[in-house]
């Protein structure tokens, strides 16, 4: 595999994990009443839009940075 794929998908792993995590932590504050119903809908969808994005961006992104840059040292 190319090294951008990996990068990519090692990150992709981690957006994944902490979009989960974040998701989890506004579950609690919503259980405990810190947030109400609306609000916490509209940070999951935030979230998970902006995770998404993210997600749909990075190996594009990896693949200019290294084939733009890093192509001298191969």
């Given at each position: 595999?190319?090294?951008?794929?990996?990068?990519?998908?090692y990150?992709?792993?981690?957006?994944?994990?902490?979009?989960?995590?974040?998701?989890?932590?506004?579950?609690?504050?919503?259980?405990?009443?810190?947030?109400?119903?609306?609000?916490?809908?509209?940070?999951?969808?935030?979230?998970?839009?902006?995770?998404?994005?993210?997600?749909?961006?990075?190996?594009?992104?990896?693949?200019?940075?290294?084939?733009?840059?890093?192509?001298?040292?191969?």
């Open positions: 595999m190319e090294v951008a794929a990996l990068a990519s998908l990150s992709i792993a981690i957006i994944v994990i902490m979009v989960v995590s974040i998701i989890k932590v506004f579950g609690i504050a919503k259980s405990r009443g810190d947030i109400t119903r609306k609000k916490f809908v509209f940070l999951v969808t935030a979230l998970a839009a902006v995770g998404g994005i993210v997600v749909f961006l990075l190996p594009d992104g990896y693949a200019l940075l290294f084939d733009k840059y890093l192509s001298d040292f191969e």
